[in-house]
């Protein structure tokens, strides 16, 4: 329920300053940007799976263990790069939309759930 509820207070009230995309998401190193996609897809498809949506039914169930990969990921990425709380939710948003809009959700799952077994969450 926090996952689905950050992720959409991320989704539909952060507007991106027009230069993000081209300074903060160029600056941030691979790991990051993967566990930020990571983190916006585990977050889309835990609240699929919470509103019952039977296209998220064919992924495992990702409430607890997506959640805490969320979490996980987001401070690592805080840590790393200097966000706050606002510059944080602002990028995992942005993931989260791109995600959305370009369909993209299906293909990046395989990998991201290979990350999340890794990741001990």
């Given at each position: 329920?926090?996952?689905?509820?950050?992720?959409?207070?991320?989704?539909?009230?952060?507007?991106?300053?027009?230069?993000?995309?081209?300074?903060d998401e160029a600056s941030l190193?691979?790991?990051?940007?993967?566990?930020?996609?990571?983190?916006?897809?585990?977050?889309?498809?835990?609240?699929s799976q919470e509103a019952g949506?039977?296209?998220?039914?064919?992924?495992?169930?990702?409430?607890?263990?997506?959640?805490?990969?969320?979490?996980?990921?987001?401070?690592?990425?805080?840590?790393?790069?200097?966000?706050?709380?606002?510059?944080?939710?602002?990028?995992?948003?942005?993931?989260?939309?791109?995600?959305?809009?370009?369909?993209?959700?299906?293909?990046?799952?395989?990998?991201?759930?290979?990350?999340?077994?890794?990741?001990?969450a």
């Amino acid at each position: 329920m926090i996952l689905s509820l950050l992720l959409t207070v991320a989704v539909t009230t952060s507007p991106l300053p027009a230069s993000y995309s081209d300074t903060d998401e160029a600056s941030l190193s691979l790991e990051n940007k993967s566990l930020l996609r990571c983190a916006a897809a585990f977050a889309l498809v835990a609240r699929s799976q919470e509103a019952g949506e039977e296209s998220s039914q064919k992924w495992p169930e990702l409430g607890e263990r997506g959640r805490e990969f969320f979490v996980r990921a987001l401070a690592q990425v805080m840590d790393e790069t200097g966000y706050d709380r606002e510059g944080i939710t602002r990028a995992a948003g942005a993931q989260a939309r791109e995600i959305q809009q370009s369909g993209d959700l299906d293909k990046i799952m395989p990998v991201c759930l290979v990350m999340l077994e890794n990741s001990g969450a």
